[in-house]
Structures are given as structure tokens and as C-alpha cells.
């Protein structure tokens, strides 16, 4: 069983930064898979980012320039360098994982945007 455990979340200003973080641990395998989604009240969850073991990362087309997935494949770790935020990106944070075929996710963090 994998647990990601995230962190960074947070109020802030529009234009402002936040970095979130997601450490994997549990399994002897590292995730194939990282990413981010984003469920803003209402909505469904969708896509933010993710990245591939081998660092082949793919972006949702409202945060390309903005956004920044990375991962520390040592430390089975996650991160994405959020910019110049608005407050459409308020939203709650899933950090999602893939180990072979299976799929977990964390507990979720808060993003507001907002002045």
C-alpha cells in the first residue's frame, strides 16, 4: 500500500507563489506516474500536471508557463512550483501516484487565491 502524504498549501494573493509537495512511500517500487490534480468546489476533479519516472511531464493548457512539476525519484518525491496564480486556480490539491497498474491518491490540500 502506498501513502502520499502532501504539503505547501495555502492562502495567497493573486500573482502570488506556492510550492506543493508530495512524498510517496510504501512501496518497493517507485511510481511510474506523479501528478497533480485539482477539484474546485462543484467540479470534477481534472489533471493539473504529471510526470513520468523518466521526467516526461504534461501540463493542463490553463497553467503551461505558470506551473512547474518536478520529481526527486530518491526521495519518491513530487513537487509543483505554482506562479503568478489567479484565483481561478483555488481549488483542492490531489497529489496521484501510479505503481503498475494500481492508483492512490493523498489526502488533498487547499489552494486559495485570493485578495
Known amino acids: 500500500q502506498v501513502q502520499l502524504v502532501e504539503s505547501g498549501g495555502g492562502l495567497v494573493q493573486p500573482g502570488g507563489s506556492l510550492r506543493l509537495s508530495c512524498a510517496a512511500s510504501?512501496?518497493?517500487?517507485?511510481?511510474?506516474?506523479m501528478g497533480w490534480y485539482r477539484q474546485a468546489p462543484g467540479k470534477q476533479r481534472d489533471l493539473v500536471a504529471l510526470?513520468?519516472?523518466?521526467?516526461?511531464?504534461t501540463y493542463e493548457d490553463s497553467v503551461k508557463g505558470r506551473f512547474t512539476i518536478s520529481r526527486d525519484n530518491a526521495k519518491n518525491t513530487v513537487y509543483l512550483q505554482m506562479n503568478s496564480l489567479r484565483p481561478e486556480d483555488t481549488a483542492v490539491y490531489y497529489c496521484h501516484a501510479r505503481v503498475y497498474s494500481a492508483n492512490y491518491w493523498g489526502q488533498g490540500t487547499q489552494v486559495t487565491v485570493s485578495s
Open positions: 510504501g512501496s518497493a517500487f517507485r511510481p511510474m506516474v
Open positions: 510526470i513520468t519516472i523518466g521526467e516526461i511531464t
